[in-house]
């Protein structure tokens, strides 16, 4: 449903193939930090790497809460926004 939605609003956002183009690569690639993170900490350092991932492990499960307060609030704002403007 993600994928959707981003890729309906890219192409609502300009008709120039090339510019979607470009969007739809930039859209990918934010998808796949999440994934793209660890796996680069782990090739860059190695055997480190483990203690890296478990501090951040950590951190994220503490800040949880916080952290999707603030995503929520984020897109709250983006849409009330896009709300506003669309008047």
């Given at each position: 449903m993600l994928v959707v939605?981003?890729?309906?609003?890219i192409?609502?956002?300009?008709?120039?193939?090339?510019?979607?183009?470009?969007?739809?690569i930039v859209f990918a690639l934010v998808g796949r930090v999440g994934v793209g993170a660890p796996l680069a900490v782990t090739v860059a350092m190695g055997?480190?790497?483990?203690?890296?991932?478990?501090?951040?492990?950590?951190?994220?499960?503490?800040?949880?809460?916080?952290?999707?307060?603030?995503?929520?609030?984020?897109l709250g704002v983006l849409l009330i926004v896009n709300g506003v403007r669309e008047l």
């Open positions: 939605s981003g890729a309906t609003a192409a609502e956002a300009t008709p120039v193939p090339a510019r979607q183009a470009v969007g739809l055997d480190r790497a483990g203690s890296v991932l478990a501090a951040a492990d950590r951190w994220m499960t503490l800040q949880s809460t916080t952290i999707v307060a603030v995503v929520l609030l984020v």
